[in-house]
C-alpha cells in the first residue's frame, strides 16, 4: 500500500526535464555594500541623519575629518536640527547613563551648527512635500512594524512623525534633490531608512562606510583604528543592522597601490 503514492520509475522517466533558466541569487546586502567602491564620490548634498551625525560626534576628530572630506555637501534638515538641538538641551543633571553619550555628541554637533561648519537645509512645507513626507513615514512604519513582529517586539506608541521625522525628512530631501536633477546621498545607519532609500532610488551610506572613505583618502589611518572607531561610534546608538555591520577590520583596509584601486576604479 505505501507505493500507491509514489511515482513508478517508468513515470518517473516521462517527465521533461524543466528548460526555464533558474533565477539568478540575489547578493545579500552585505555583498552589495562591500561591492560598493570606497573612494569619496562628491555629491551636490548629502543629507545626514541624526543618528549617524551624532555616532560622528562622538569622535570629534572623525567628525572634522568626514566635514572636511565632503565640506558644504554635507548638510542637514531643520527635523534632524531639531532632533540634535534637543537632546543638547537637557541638562547635565538629567543626563544619566542611558542617554548621556547621546547629549554629550549633540553638545558637539550644536556647535558645529552654531559655527556655521555644518548647513541647515529647511524642508519647504508644499502639498507635494507632505505627501512625500507621510508616504515615507507609513513606510518607515510598515518596515517595523514588519521588524517587531518577526522579534516578537510590541509596536512603540510613540507617533511615526514624532519617532521617524528626522529619517523621514532627510529621505524626502534627497528624493528633491533628485527630482531637481542634483546628485545626492543619504548619511544613516537606521535600517528602515536605508530600505526606503532604495525603494525610492537613493544611495545611501553608513558611519562605518564614511570611515572607509577617509581610510581611502588618507593611507595613514590604520584599519584596525578605523574599525575600532566604528565600534565604538555605534555600539550604544545609532547601530548600524547586523547584515550591514563590517566584521573586520579589512573592510577598512584601503586596496589602493600605486595611485589605483581595483574595487574604487573598476566602478568607475
Known sequence: MDDLGRPSPKAMALRRPSLQPRPQSQPSRWQKVASQPKRHVPVDLAWCDTGTLCSLGLRPTMLKKVLALYGTSLVITDAVAREIRSMASIPNVARNAENRLRCNSADVIVRKLDAGEIRELPLLATTETLEMLDRVLRQLDA??????????????????????????????????????????????????????????????????????????????????????????????????????????????????????????????
Open 143 to 268: 518596515i517595523e512594524q514588519r521588524q517587531n513582529t518577526a522579534a516578537g517586539r510590541a509596536d512603540d506608541t510613540v507617533r511615526s512623525s514624532q519617532k521617524h521625522a528626522g529619517e523621514a525628512y532627510s529621505i524626502v530631501s534627497a528624493m528633491r534633490t533628485v527630482g531637481h536633477q542634483r546628485s545626492t546621498l543619504l548619511l544613516t545607519n537606521d535600517n528602515g531608512a536605508t530600505l526606503v532609500a532604495e525603494r525610492n532610488g537613493i544611495a545611501w551610506k553608513h558611519t562605518g562606510q564614511l570611515l572607509a572613505e577617509l581610510g581611502c583618502q588618507d593611507p595613514l589611518l590604520d584599519a584596525e583604528f578605523l574599525n575600532e572607531n566604528f565600534n565604538q561610534m555605534t555600539s550604544k546608538f545609532a547601530t548600524v543592522p547586523a547584515e550591514l555591520r563590517p566584521g573586520s577590520s579589512d573592510f577598512f583596509a584601503c586596496r589602493q597601490k600605486n595611485g589605483s584601486c581595483t574595487l574604487c576604479d573598476a566602478a568607475v
